[in-house]
């Protein structure tokens, strides 16, 4: 509680800060603007002060903000139904797991309503896959340097110290290995492989791809001792690497036998997936999972009229992509601490010697959002609506923020 020396809020923003202070576990370190409203690639704080916005509510709002489209069917829906459960049909679940299974190359769904939770299902499916095929088939291998939620199941599988280590002892049985070393993953399966999981773009990580060949061998190798192979699609999925999903960018084409998509799903309803081939949807009968709200009537609602518009947007993503890409790697050159610029379509990591934090905080006060992962490397994950004109805009003010940052080291 505020004590009576506390001094009364200046302003509604300072007001909206004070009282989470007091109210809110205090895990989120958030940044000091409060956000009111968004138009396209622009949101405003409650000041009005406008910023463009190359983050994306992390990757969420995949139309940007008050997108037409959207705001008419959530007004329609919202007037109709919102909510009904799973103890009855409603009309969107069947229509989305349809569109899903058409762009994924996997033929069923299971709804949750996010990233963790579709991962939580996933890793129950791999442990009765497991389960069914033999004594001690229970091993996970997953990747150093990964990310993949917060709930328990998925913290088991995330290869970052920083987030595990408060809660241990997690899932036994998950065996890390280093991205894109074929020899260790090799060496890691063995008959208890029940299951491995990956991001092919590592996102929390710092934007990290993994190489053609490493994601091939995956593939052979799960096919070999009966493991199911699992991407997780949540950061690097649904449109955002310039095709509907990373797996998609691997030649000769590979299928997963589980992929987990959710953030830009219900671009900001929260919506996110199980998708399965038929091996793995297999392993969940009658009663094995549930939830209350995942494939909630107005998310799943929102999804389907987002698909209707990403198969449009995918070229664009590519060519903005590109040229953001592109843009970045000019500005790089003239900036010796910037080490590499990586990633695919409208996800881009711009990987530094130097922390990014402050960086973070001048682009702010310069009108641009933008997010620092892994202390040292700036992420963009800006919606997929972006124009080349806002890309200039945005390298035009890094610009302006990565010579303060070389006069600083001088
Ligand atoms: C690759 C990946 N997996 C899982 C998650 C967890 O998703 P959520 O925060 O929706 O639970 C994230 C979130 O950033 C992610 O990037």
Do not use: W
Request: aromatic share 8%; proline share 5%.
């Amino acid at each position: 509680m505020s004590s009576v020396a506390d001094p009364a809020p200046t302003s509604p923003a300072d007001a909206v800060i004070d009282l989470e202070r007091q109210y809110l576990l205090q895990n989120y370190s958030r940044y000091p603007i409060v956000l009111h409203r968004g138009k396209g690639c622009h949101v405003y704080d409650l000041q009005g002060n406008r910023y463009l916005d190359l983050i994306a509510g992390i990757g969420v709002n995949a139309l940007g903000h008050a997108h037409p489209r959207i705001v008419k069917v959530v007004r329609e829906q919202a007037a109709l139904l919102i909510h009904s459960s799973n103890l009855y049909y409603h009309e969107f679940q069947g229509p989305l797991a349809q569109k899903l299974a058409e762009v994924s190359g996997l033929r069923r769904s299971f709804f949750t309503n996010s990233g963790t939770e579709s991962m939580e299902g996933a890793l129950k499916m791999i442990r009765a896959h497991g389960n069914r095929n033999g004594d001690g088939k229970h091993e996970i291998i997953a990747l150093d340097n990964s990310f993949h939620g917060r709930t328990l199941g998925a913290l088991s599988t995330t290869g970052q110290a920083k987030y595990r280590k408060d809660f241990e002892p997690l899932l036994p049985g998950v065996r890390f290995v280093p991205p894109n070393n074929v020899e260790a993953l090799e060496a890691a399966f063995s008959e208890n492989t029940a299951g491995i999981v990956l991001e092919l773009i590592q996102g929390e990580g710092g934007v990290y791809p993994m190489s053609v060949e490493y994601a091939l061998r995956a593939r052979e190798l799960a096919d070999r001792f009966n493991a199911l192979l699992l991407f997780d699609e949540i950061q690097c999925g649904v449109g955002r690497p310039g095709t509907y999903f990373a797996y998609q960018r691997v030649k000769p084409e590979i299928l997963p036998d589980i992929m987990v998509a959710a953030k830009p799903l219900a671009c900001g309803l929260p919506l996110g997936v199980i998708q399965a081939n038929e091996k793995a949807a297999a392993t969940i009968g009658p009663g094995m999972h549930g939830s209350t709200f995942g494939g909630n009537v107005l998310a799943c609602r929102v999804a389907l009229e987002f698909f209707d518009i990403l198969e449009e947007l995918l070229p664009a993503i590519q060519r903005v992509g590109g040229y953001f890409h592109l843009m970045l790697n000019e500005l790089a050159r003239k900036h010796g601490f910037v080490r590499e610029v990586r990633g695919f379509g409208l996800m881009i990591g711009v990987e530094m010697d130097i922390p990014g934090k402050q960086m973070v905080l001048d682009a702010m006060s310069e009108g641009l959002l933008i997010n620092c992962t892994h202390d040292t490397v700036l992420r963009f994950l800006p919606p997929y609506i972006i124009t080349e004109r806002e890309v200039d805009t945005a390298v035009k003010v890094l610009g302006k923020i990565f010579a303060k940052q070389k006069g600083a080291i001088a």
